[in-house]
Each structure stands twice: as structure tokens, then as C-alpha cells.
């Protein structure tokens, strides 16, 4: 029987918003244009995430779709990330533009999203639109691709997007393989979303992903050290599936996981084991949609998400501080765009991005610390602090131009 490791990853930075105190409202609104050497710097986290891993891993990558044929990789990569890499890091932006093309093309395959990696799809269906065409259309520009798989940002997922899928179009939409959800099945087949007719659902098994996004360089875990030959192995011994779903962010690689854990070596020789057995390959998104029957159908009547343990919305909605604001930003909808400053939109816009309400997250435990790492506050209600006082000041921006709100 044929298995096929589907490896998908995304890519995305924020522009985080600087400390910009309620004196600066009404005076300055560069939010997001912090000095080079502040915690809160867009260049310089930009510039560290490019050099540890975006440019090693993609020669990397590069080199393993060239030796291997059959191996195969899925991106998204948000609209925000590429603005910025076409500002301060050109030559990773190339780097990832000689990915998507090695070969010839047809080994690595960019799935749609988003453009603001924004939560607008559950507050305004109309924005939400707009930046999946703004997205779409920065695709096709930098890579030529026309995105035929949708992920909604940070994979959320519920029968009212993969209904809009199936209409807007796409052949497949990406999704967390959450137990309550999946029963008795595994995510390791293609799925069929509930009250859809052509989309089809790939689901994330969390459990093999997350071995290398989040525990390989934990010494204390039970698997450690994870070699290739070992993973290879765990999905050669099971029986029960078809395609496994390897969705992680792309700074898994020499990010989150340094090069100093070994997940480099890693990388570099799973294709060669895992291919060595006859049947397996790989396989971009859309190509298990088209080699694969659905198995099933799922039905996800809530929201889910691959974010902490509750796989919810809860890790950007869970407390007041994330609903006062987020509801705030747009509520400023409709005035915002009547105003026709291009340039009040996009700060608009950059202000939807989900990682500013994550950072306003006051959970404890294990989520909290990963909350916690991600964040360049030093606090939840710092973030919350920095993100209000930019909103006020585009309030006032709208006032100036005597615009009601």
C-alpha cells in the first residue's frame, strides 16, 4: 500500500507593534518602525529568523528536492513575512523564490491564506475575502502559483470554512486533527468536510508533528535523541493510514529547534529513509487530494485550532482584553475604508494580524510559557497596552479627517 508524508509549513512574521505610549498617540504613527536594537524590532527579528533558518534551511531544501525527485513540500507564507523579506532580506526572499522553482517547479506547492494572517474571517467575511485575493494576487506575482488549497490562519478551521472553500473554488482546506473531532478515525487520510461537495480536508497529526516542531530538542523526552531512522520507522509500523500530515511552522528549523539539536541532520536525511521502503513517497497537498479517495466525512460544527491544549480560538479570544480589542479594530471597518488613505488601511490591517492578540494571552501552565517565548512583551497586558494606544491613534487619524466613529 502507498503512503505519503505530506510536509507542510508555514511561514509568517508579524510587524509587532513597538512600545508606543498614550504621549506618542495623536504624534507618531510609525506602530510599527521600533529602533534596530529594541526588543520589539521588525529588522532585526527579521534578520535573525532569515540567517537561522529560512536561509539554511531552504539551500537545504533545496539540495534534498534536487537528490530526490519524489520529494515534495507545501508552504504558505503570509503576506506580512513578504513584505518583509522584499524589504530587508531580499536575498531569502530569493532563496525561497529558487525553492518554489527548483527543478523546474512542481516539487514544493504554496497554499493560500490570508494576507494579514488575520482572524477577519469571524468578524468580516468581506475583509476576510479581500486579503485571500490579496494574497492570492502577491502569489502569483513573486511565485507564479495560483493557490489551489486554503488554510485559514493559524489553522482554524469549522464547517463554515470549509463550506466557503468549496464554493470560493479550492480543492482542498487544511485543518488540526483534534481527537474529539476525528473519534474513531485518524488524521491519516484524505477527509471530506460535512455539507461540502468537491472540497476535500487534510487533517494534522498533531502527535507526529509535533514531535519535531515542539519536543525534538527536549532532552528529558522519552524519544529523544528522534533520528530519522526512528520516525521513519514509526510510520513505516503503522498500518492505519495513507498520508501523514506533517504541518508545523517553517521556523521549526533552526528557530524553535536550533541547529544545535540536531534537527538540521534531521531534515537531511528523512527523505532518504523514508523513500528507501518501496510504496512510500511524498506528496504536496493538492497531490494526496488527487491520489486519495475520501475516507470519510467530518463534521467540526465548532471552531478548532492547533493552538494550545484547548485546539480553540482561546489562545486569541480567551480573556477581555483580547475581545475588547479585537471587536474594537473592527468595529472601524466600514469608516476605515470610506476614509481612502491607503495608508490608514494598512496600518488597519497590520493591526488584524492574530499574533497581537496572542500576546495579550494570560493562560499559566505550559501554554502560557509558549505564549510567553513567542512574545517580545513583557507581559500580556503590556501587549495590550502598546496595541490600544495605536488603535486610539488611528481613531484620531480617522477624526482628523473628520470621519465619525
Known amino acids: 500500500m502507498s503512503k505519503a508524508i505530506v510536509l507542510y509549513m508555514h511561514v509568517h512574521q508579524p510587524y509587532r507593534i513597538k512600545h508606543y505610549t498614550v504621549f506618542d498617540t495623536a504624534k507618531d504613527h510609525g506602530y510599527f518602525d521600533a529602533p534596530y536594537d529594541d526588543q520589539t524590532s521588525n529588522e532585526r527579528i527579521l534578520h535573525k529568523v532569515a540567517e537561522k533558518s529560512y536561509l539554511p534551511t531552504n539551500a537545504r531544501l533545496i539540495k534534498l528536492l534536487r ?55 469571524f468578524y468580516s467575511r468581506s475583509e476576510f475575502e479581500m486579503q485571500v485575493q490579496m494574497h492570492r494576487e502577491l502569489v502569483q506575482r513573486l511565485f507564479n502559483q495560483s493557490p489551489q488549497v486554503f488554510r485559514n490562519t493559524e489553522l482554524s478551521y469549522n464547517n463554515d470554512i470549509a463550506y466557503w472553500a468549496d464554493k470560493a473554488g479550492y480543492k482542498g482546506v487544511l485543518a488540526e486533527g483534534w481527537d474529539p473531532i476525528l473519534g474513531w478515525r485518524k488524521p491519516n487520510y484524505v477527509y471530506r468536510p460535512a455539507y461540502t461537495d468537491n472540497v476535500r480536508l487534510l487533517m494534522k497529526n498533531y502527535k507526529l508533528s509535533d514531535d519535531i516542531a515542539f519536543r525534538f530538542g527536549n532532552q528529558s523526552w522519552s524519544e529523544w535523541p528522534l533520528t530519522a531512522d526512528k520516525f521513519a520507522h514509526w510510520l ?83 480573556n477581555p482584553m483580547q475581545h475588547t480589542s479585537i471587536r474594537a479594530l473592527y468595529d472601524l471597518e466600514q469608516p ?67 470621519v465619525q466613529v
Open 336 to 402: 476605515i475604508l470610506n476614509s481612502g488613505d491607503l495608508d490608514l488601511i494598512e496600518d488597519w490591517r497590520r493591526l488584524q494580524t492574530s499574533d497581537h492578540f496572542y500576546y495579550m494571552c494570560t493562560k499559566w501552565w505550559s501554554d502560557g510559557d509558549i505564549h510567553a517565548y513567542f512574545s517580545p512583551y513583557d507581559s500580556p497586558y503590556e501587549a495590550y497596552i502598546n496595541f490600544m494606544n495605536a488603535f486610539h491613534d488611528v481613531r484620531f487619524r480617522l477624526m482628523e479627517k473628520g
Open 67 to 121: 537528490d530526490h525527485p519524489e520529494f515534495k513540500v507545501s508552504l504558505s507564507i503570509t503576506g506580512t513575512v513578504l513584505e518583509q523579506l522584499e524589504r530587508w532580506s531580499p536575498e531569502a526572499l530569493q532563496s525561497f523564490k529558487d525553492l518554489v522553482n527548483v527543478n523546474g517547479g512542481g516539487q514544493v506547492e504554496i497554499v493560500a491564506e490570508t494576507y494579514h494572517h488575520s482572524l477577519a474571517f
Open 236 to 318: 513505516n509500523s503503522d498500518q492505519d493510514g495513507e498520508t501523514f500530515n506533517l504541518f508545523m511552522d517553517y521556523e521549526t528549523f533552526g528557530e524553535h529547534q536550533w541547529e544545535a539539536t540536531g534537527i538540521f541532520d534531521f531534515l537531511d536525511h528523512l527523505p532518504a529513509r523514508w523513500l528507501s521502503t518501496p510504496g512510500n513517497t511524498f506528496m504536496t497537498v493538492s497531490e494526496v487530494i488527487d491520489n486519495f479517495e475520501a475516507k470519510d466525512f467530518v463534521d467540526v460544527p465548532e471552531t478548532i485550532t492547533w493552538a494550545d491544549t484547548e485546539r480553540d480560538l482561546s489562545a486569541w479570544l480567551g
